[in-house]
């Protein structure tokens, strides 16, 4: 499984852009890079996703790299409600769409 | 669209117990996915299903565990003779088609405590 690396935490203030790094230096032609967050007790939610082209929809702007060795999760305004566990996940045709999910980024927003 | 559905959504047994959690996935979605989450960390693959056919198991899945999708609509995951170390949120999970571009939605998870 292509590997992901997220930095264990970050923190935020409220109202202000936050930007959530991932590296993905063996990601493969075929990969796909999906975004989730979780909330504290909460099952994992979708955020974005993309392949090449970098992402904008209603929660959040996903910034691809132009070698696809890394990606960055865009927050525009965070709030309170964006305190979750951010996961950067790769998938792959073969993997029957399962996600991986490694340890993920903890952001904290303050007020 | 109701979203995938989890029930029980909390569980206590005894040791020894077997337990059986239900998933009723988004309507028309042939895909479910199983996964356990402990605390702190993020979700454990455990096992999927397309229609109602297991197409890979997680070796996280001893022989304890059997899930199943009988007609390929909700799913059953079943803990038998259960341990303390099976203490965990059981996470279901479904969508649409195969493919890596397709998007996963999560049920709010059920929770299990073994005492």
């Known amino acids: 499984d292509a590997k992901t690396t997220q930095p264990n935490s970050m923190e935020s203030n409220e109202e202000e852009p936050v930007h959530l790094p991932c590296n993905h230096s063996t990601i493969s032609g075929t990969d796909y890079i999906h975004w989730y967050r979780q909330l504290p007790s909460q099952g994992p939610e979708y955020v974005i996703h993309g392949l090449t082209s970098n992402v904008n929809n209603r929660m959040a702007s996903l910034a691809i790299a132009e070698d696809r060795k890394s990606s960055t999760l865009i927050l525009h305004r965070a709030t309170l409600r964006d305190a979750a566990v951010y996961y950067c996940i790769l998938i792959r045709d073969n993997q029957g769409g399962k996600l991986i999910f490694g340890q993920g980024t903890e952001l904290s927003v303050k007020p | 669209d109701t979203g995938v559905s989890q029930d029980p959504r909390h569980k206590i047994t005894k040791r020894g117990q077997n337990v059986t959690f239900r998933c009723d996935p988004i309507?028309?979605?042939?895909?479910l996915y199983w996964y356990r989450q402990t605390l702190g960390q993020g979700p454990e693959f455990l096992t999927y299903f397309q229609n109602e056919a297991q197409l890979e198991k997680s070796r996280l899945l001893s022989d304890r565990f059997s899930a199943e999708r009988p007609k390929g609509s909700f799913s059953t995951l079943e803990i038998q003779r259960t341990e303390q170390g099976d203490s965990a949120m059981y996470l279901c999970?479904?969508?649409?088609?195969?493919?890596?571009?397709?998007?996963?939605?999560f049920g709010e998870g059920s929770w299990l405590t073994v005492v």
């Open positions: 309507s028309e979605h042939n895909r």
């Open positions: 999970a479904s969508s649409f088609t195969a493919g890596s571009g397709n998007t996963i939605y």
